[in-house]
């Protein structure tokens, strides 16, 4: 009878302390998952090994203290938990892929592969381990078969961040920026706002500026071997990736200038100064097209800002002039253009429009003055004879030819008498301004 009163007592007794180690344990693991979800990792590691303390054989509690360990930085001793782990419970997956991460994280490739191939097989649903597999293939170099992976990997979990944002870095390193911009894109939709993800949403407008510089010159080339129309194929793909890439508004505008459409040129160039307001150029040559539009008064307050911005422009002076002759302000015009061939004295157009206003003013002589100058500098055969031609109706003794009879003066109103040839190298007949200069 006492034997078995003794038994009962020990079994009241025992039970308690049972409970009590079970709660403490408990206790212990919840509090270290919870540290561990909010990344506080030595807190983690602290309530994981009193857990341990009290049940060294919980597999849970060595893989969560190896996530902890990993998170650190110290790998080896996340494997050795990852290993023990797997030594108590070999069936479970979870420890094989963290070791496989913690493995790619020090640099050993080929064991990383060895454990992550080893996680799917053993459970072809465990999304995390075709991720990391995907990583450890791209920085293997195997890129197309990384992205095979990763594709699986978000098959199993469309909102898989880490895979998007490898996918992306492959593409990149592909050097196919637009794929690229779609995964990085993917990663800032899930994550809701760019201010959430800056690296990523940085990486972004890095790419695609990359990729209109790449379209830009793509056009750029194009318009130099005389295709024009290629040319604007390729600034419109750099503005679809990059509307503010300014190259791209101002060459196209410039190109849409050349070909007579002048409001399209007018749209490039305002959304240009919306991106850039402070750019002279973009200016001056928006007031070129405000000026082809018979917009004298748009275009006399383009060139007057353009030169607030850069007093030094020549032909902003000289296109400023053009303005006061469309409008009959003749001593303005004549400032203007004597500005701009103070600035440069080397431009046969500036020489020229001033000829004009002098034969306006009656002033035949400074006319034939500055006809010589222009002769001087045109380098182009067919432009000389043009201008020799006006030369010798202003002054018969300067001609090549001196037999010719003497002609009236022509009507010579207007600034479109004097605007220069068009040619390749320069679409604005107003300005020496063409696509791919001034960059």
């Not at 679809?240 to 060459?251: A, E, F, K, T």
């Not at 422009?313 to 103070?342: F, I, P, Q, S």
């Not at 500055?370 to 380098?379: C, E, G, I, P």
Request: aromatic share 8%; with cysteine.
């Amino acid at each position: 009878m006492n034997k078995v009163l003794l038994s009962l007592t020990f079994l009241v007794t025992f039970t308690p302390l049972v409970a009590c180690a079970q709660e403490e344990f408990v206790d212990a693991y919840n509090q270290g998952r919870e540290a561990l979800s909010q990344n506080r990792v030595d807190e983690a590691i602290e309530f994981f090994n009193r857990a341990l303390q009290v049940d060294p054989q919980d597999h849970l509690s060595y893989n969560n203290r190896g996530v902890a360990y990993k998170r650190k930085g110290l790998y080896d001793s996340a494997i050795e938990d990852f290993n023990r782990a797997l030594e108590i419970k070999p069936d479970y997956t979870l420890p094989l892929v963290n070791r496989g991460i913690a493995r790619h994280k020090k640099g050993d490739l080929d064991g990383a592969y060895q454990d992550l191939t080893l996680a799917i097989k053993k459970s072809k649903k465990e999304g995390v381990a075709y991720t990391a597999l995907g990583m450890v293939e791209k920085d293997k170099g195997d890129l197309d078969q990384a992205i095979k992976t990763l594709r699986q990997a978000i098959a199993l979990n469309k909102k898989n961040i880490p895979a998007y944002q490898t996918l992306g870095q492959i593409y990149e390193k592909q050097g196919n920026l637009e794929k690229a911009i779609d995964e990085y894109t993917k990663v800032i939709d899930l994550v809701k706002a760019p201010g959430n993800a800056p690296e990523v949403a940085a990486r972004i407008t890095d790419l695609r500026g990359m990729l209109a510089d790449n379209f830009y010159k793509e056009g750029l080339q194009n318009y130099r071997q005389g295709n024009e129309k290629q040319a604007l194929h390729f600034w419109t793909q750099a503005l679809r990736v990059d509307p503010g890439h300014m190259q791209s508004l101002r060459d196209r505008g410039l190109t849409y200038y050349k070909s007579g459409k002048y409001q399209k040129a007018l749209e490039d160039f305002e959304a240009a100064l919306a991106r850039d307001p402070g750019n002279a150029e973009i200016y001056r040559v928006r007031g070129d097209a405000n000026l082809r539009m018979k917009h004298p008064e748009k275009a006399l307050a383009d060139y007057t800002k353009s030169l607030e911005l850069n007093p030094n422009d020549a032909v902003a002076y000289n296109n400023r002039g053009l303005v006061y002759h469309e409008l009959n302000e003749l001593d303005k015009a004549l400032d203007e253009y004597t500005k701009a061939l103070n600035i440069n004295p080397e431009m046969a157009i500036f020489y020229e429009n001033r000829a004009i206003i002098f034969l306006r003013k009656g002033l035949n002589h400074k006319a034939a003055e500055d006809y010589q100058q222009a002769v001087k500098l045109t380098t182009d055969e067919a432009r000389r004879s043009e201008l020799l031609e006006k030369l010798s109706v202003i002054s018969p003794e300067t001609s090549m030819d001196s037999s010719k009879p003497t002609r009236e003066i022509p009507e010579l109103s207007g600034p479109g008498f004097s605007l220069p040839t068009e040619d390749k190298e320069s679409p604005v007949r107003t300005t020496t301004a063409g696509p791919g200069w001034n960059r």
